[in-house]
Every structure is written in structure tokens, then in C-alpha cells.
């Protein structure tokens, strides 16, 4: 099994060549999702991994329609193919144009669907004779890998180490929160980068990486991808080629990974997680229980579910105060209240309201409608949990 991973200046040929890491990604920021290198420097950095005896392989993985498909082949014709051993592409368009209108081997990126091996095949009849590999979706099992694999007559890349991409649009999500000249800047700038961190608004979960760029908005699971330490199995599955996603990496973690790749030691991958800024998890690997949090999808927990419905913390201050938004447009909050509080993980606390303020700190005998209101502490209880009044 052969490593594969992204290029994106020259200064990590030698350093990837020494790791014995002989195939390369190439992102053009015209025509690749995360991509950030203008059109000059993918032909220098494709001829560059040429003369260095590795394979460079272009990606054209952008969401299309009509108007950017014409102004992405206008960018793509001016990429000297020359240095290029294959393009990988995902949109139906793009792999259309380039079986008919060059001749370079396809390796598709099937890794946003396909779950299937009638549509694997549907998509290699297209042209079997050029779709020399498919990239598959992480959420293949190890028993499912098992059964498909000797059925798909092409090699097949599936990714080793890397962020879990859970949504993507093509709309512009974080520019809103910038004031209307920082927002005009970012604009103008066709390297417009932007990452943040974002949370759940139905559950305790945190730390969602989010990156905004001229493709649109992307937002990743807080733990990262990790099969290195199923090198073996990986491999006997019949898994030709296992990517490592670098962009998020740093170079330390990056030279640790490598050298597990050439010699797969358990301390070595010990050192990976500890190095590793996020949790590091094998998704579906083990299996795919995926339909089992069809129900989840909602979180029950903190949905109004009667009259007695008072609002929701938004704020815990330990040992101090809760804060407390009001969404009960009938019902006054008064001192001496009995209110039951749900956690969005399910936990139940009992208080008794002994403080009730409001933003200036001003004491309150009564508060309603959409008030934003203080009231006192009480342990164990999480941002987003439900109020209620505790009315038997």
C-alpha cells in the first residue's frame, strides 16, 4: 500500500521524497475545494515533483453549474498538463470533459456517495480504460470494504489520517459575522480564508472546525480520522493507496506519520495521538451503525414539550449565577419559583428561583416575555439546557 498526500509548496518535495512518499495532490484554488495555489504555481510545483520521480495528480473537486464550469475550463487550459499523471475529479460534468477532451487517467472521487456496488459501477462504465482509480467514502465498513473489494476492478484510495468533512455549501456563512468593510475585504481578496469554531445548538458539542473560503463554508467534525493503526489490515483488505490529508497538519505530526507509514510501530502511533491536536477516531471502520441516530437527528431533550416551558441557559457562571432567556410569552418568573432543569444530555435539576436580576444587575419581582434574566446557581447544569416550571 502506497502513501499518497498534498503538495503544497516546494519545500516539502524533498522532505516527502526522504519519506519515501512518491505521489502527490496539486490543488489549483480555481478548481479545488481547499486548494490555495494560483495556476503559475501548480505547472512550477508539477514540474518539480516530475523531475523529483513523483506522480502529481491534479484536483478538480469544486461544486458546478453552468456559469463556474465554463470559467473553471478557462482556468483548467492553462495548467500544462504536461507534468500531470492523472486528474482527480468529482463533479459528473468534469470527469465528462475530461475523458472526452484529454487523455490522462481519472481517478474519481467517490467519497460524498455511492454506497453501493451498482453505482461504482455505473460510474467506471463510464470509461473503464481511464478510470484508472476511485477514492471511496470512509463510511464503507471494514466488513463492507471486505465484500466490495474484489468486486471493483480498479485500485481503490481511501483516506488513512484526516478532517471528516461533515457539511459544505457553496454560501458564505462566516462572512456574516464580520463587520460590512472586514466582509468587503475578505471579498476582494481571492484568497479569502477564513476558519472559526462552531457548536451545536441542540446538544453539548463543541470545537467544530469551520472554514470559509471563495468555494463556500465547511464544517468538520471535532475528531479526526485515523487508520494508520490498521495499516495491516487496511492493506490486506486490498487498499491500494492510503492519503494522508496534511493541510491541517503541522510539520512535526506530518514527519511522525510518515515514518509510521514506512515502518508501522505502535510507539510510533502512540507518538501520533499525542501530537494529534484533535481526538483521533476510526469513524465507520468497525462498523456502520449510522441509521440508529436517525431518531438523534432531533434533540428531544431541549424541545418544548408543554405549557409549563419557561426558556433556556445561556450562560453558566459556576458558584454565581445562570442566565436565563425567557421564550414563554404568557407565564411570569417570579422570586420563589420552582423551576426543573434539563440538560441537553439528559440530566435533571431542581431549583428554587432565590435571585432574579436582569443585565444591569438590577433586582426584578417579576420578568416575562423574551426577558434576559439572572437567577442563582445551581451545580450540574450545561449552556442549552430547558426550563421548566415544576408544577405537579
Not at 41 to 66: C, F, H, P, Q, R
Request: hydrophobic share 35%.
Amino acid at each position: 500500500m502506497k502513501g499518497i498526500t498534498y503538495l503544497t509548496n516546494a519545500t516539502e518535495l524533498k522532505f516527502l521524497k526522504e519519506n519515501l512518499i512518491d505521489q502527490v495532490i496539486i490543488e489549483p484554488i480555481s478548481l479545488s475545494r481547499l486548494g490555495k495555489l494560483s495556476i503559475d504555481e501548480v505547472n512550477a510545483l508539477a514540474k518539480d515533483a516530475s523531475e523529483n520521480g513523483i506522480k502529481t495528480y491534479l484536483e478538480w473537486d469544486i461544486l458546478m453549474v453552468e456559469d463556474n464550469f465554463i470559467s473553471s475550463l478557462e482556468e483548467f487550459k492553462k495548467i500544462d498538463l504536461t507534468y500531470i499523471s492523472a486528474l482527480r475529479v468529482q463533479d459528473p460534468g468534469a470527469l465528462l470533459w475530461c475523458l472526452e477532451n484529454t487523455d490522462l487517467d481519472i481517478h474519481l472521487n467517490l467519497e460524498t456517495g455511492n454506497h453501493n456496488l451498482r453505482g461504482i459501477n455505473s460510474w467506471l462504465d463510464t470509461n473503464r480504460s481511464r478510470i484508472t482509480r476511485i477514492i471511496l467514502s470512509i463510511e464503507w465498513s471494514q466488513q463492507q470494504l471486505k465484500d466490495l473489494l474484489p468486486k471493483v476492478d480498479c485500485e481503490v484510495e481511501f483516506l488513512g489520517m484526516g478532517r471528516i468533512l461533515l457539511f459544505y455549501t457553496p454560501r458564505y456563512l462566516l462572512k456574516s459575522g464580520l463587520s460590512e468593510s472586514e466582509a468587503a475585504l475578505e471579498m476582494k481578496d481571492t484568497n479569502h480564508w477564513i476558519e472559526a469554531s462552531g457548536q451545536s445548538e441542540e446538544s453539548p458539542h463543541k470545537g467544530f472546525p469551520l472554514l470559509e473560503n471563495k468555494h463556500g463554508t465547511f464544517m468538520f467534525l471535532p475528531s479526526d480520522h485515523c487508520l494508520l493503526d490498521h495499516h495491516k489490515e487496511l492493506t490486506d483488505l486490498g487498499i491500494k493507496h492510503l492519503r494522508i490529508d496534511n493541510r491541517f497538519m503541522d510539520e512535526s505530526l506530518e514527519r511522525v506519520v510518515y515514518q509510521f507509514l514506512k515502518s508501522p510501530l505502535e510507539e510510533s502511533f502512540d507518538r501520533i495521538k499525542e501530537l494529534s491536536p484533535q481526538r483521533l477516531i476510526r469513524g465507520f471502520f468497525n462498523t456502520n451503525k449510522s441509521d440508529v441516530l436517525f431518531k438523534k437527528l432531533k434533540n428531544h431533550r431541549i424541545q418544548r414539550i408543554d405549557e409549563n416551558y419557561l426558556g433556556q441557559i445561556l450562560e453558566v457562571n459556576k458558584k454565581n449565577y445562570l442566565a436565563l432567556k425567557l421564550k414563554n410569552p404568557v407565564r411570569h418568573l417570579t422570586c420563589g419559583a420552582k423551576l426543573r432543569l434539563i440538560t441537553p444530555d439528559g440530566k435533571e435539576k431542581k431549583l428554587e428561583v432565590q435571585r432574579l436580576q436582569d443585565c444591569q444587575g438590577t433586582d426584578l419581582e417579576t420578568a416575562t416575555g423574551e426577558d434576559l434574566v439572572f437567577i442563582n446557581h445551581v451545580g450540574g447544569i450545561s449552556v442549552k439546557a430547558a426550563v421548566y416550571f415544576d408544577e405537579i
